[in-house]
């Protein structure tokens, strides 16, 4: 079992740019996770997926939209990226709501 | 909204030496979980406690959940640098089943 994955693993924009992040599981977990960590500090939730085909808004989700594709695949959009979106994505996954969450390694965003 | 306080925010040990961090809630929590993140890693679950009271060990790590389940502890005794990192907790209330994280203990081992 991979666990969950993430692509890519680097990424430089240009301010104005988009891209989208990939995520997927093979835990076969219900729940899916964006979160994005900046230097030094904590995570803060940016979207969630409790189930296939819902999402929800966390902390931070201005700038950001997500599509949960089915039940292994969690994508997060930047619309049109800002310096202020300079930080580290991960996704995270887990079954059940009062489970701990499994994180994939991280994709380092640099937007100049 | 809710927020989970930990602290210290750094601890700086000598090898061997015992390393503990706290968090506590104003409310009272459905269960707590403890993360590890090594340095350009991403978070690892080590544990989840849920029962009032609770004491759970991992080799040289022991978790709590305090009796009211408003606080948690993580203690690691005699320290070794592959402890080095960041430990997170992240609470959850019965309200709600979103994470609150906690800022972060990173565990500094001197030279």
């Known amino acids: 079992n991979a666990g969950v994955t993430q692509t890519p693993k680097f990424q430089v924009l240009k301010t104005g740019q988009s891209m989208t992040l990939q995520c997927a599981q093979d835990m076969n977990h219900n729940s899916m996770y964006w979160y994005r960590q900046d230097p030094g500090m904590g995570l803060r939730l940016i979207y969630y997926?409790?189930?296939?085909?819902?999402?929800d808004k966390g902390e931070v989700p201005n700038g950001y939209n997500v599509s949960r594709l089915n039940k292994r695949e969690f994508s997060l959009r930047l619309e049109s990226a800002a310096p202020s979106q300079t930080s580290v994505y991960f996704c995270?996954?887990?079954?059940?709501?009062?489970?701990?969450?499994?994180f994939g390694p991280g994709t380092r965003l640099t937007v100049t | 909204g809710q927020q989970v306080m930990q602290i210290p925010q750094y601890q700086h040990v000598q090898e061997g030496e015992d390393f503990t961090t706290y968090c506590n809630s104003s409310?009272?929590?459905?269960?707590i979980q403890w993360y590890k993140q090594r340095p350009g890693g991403h978070p690892v679950f080590l544990i989840q406690l849920v029962k009032s009271g609770e004491v759970k060990k991992q080799k040289r790590l022991t978790f709590q959940f305090g009796e009211a389940k408003k606080n948690s502890s993580l203690h690691i005794t005699a320290t070794q640098t592959t402890d080095v990192g960041t430990y997170f907790c992240a609470a959850q209330e019965y309200s709600n089943y979103q994470l609150i994280w906690g800022a972060g203990t990173k565990l500094i081992i001197k030279p």
């Open positions: 409310t009272t929590l459905s269960n």
């Open positions: 997926s409790a189930s296939e085909g819902t999402t």
């Open positions: 995270a996954s887990r079954w059940e709501p009062r489970d701990g969450q499994y």
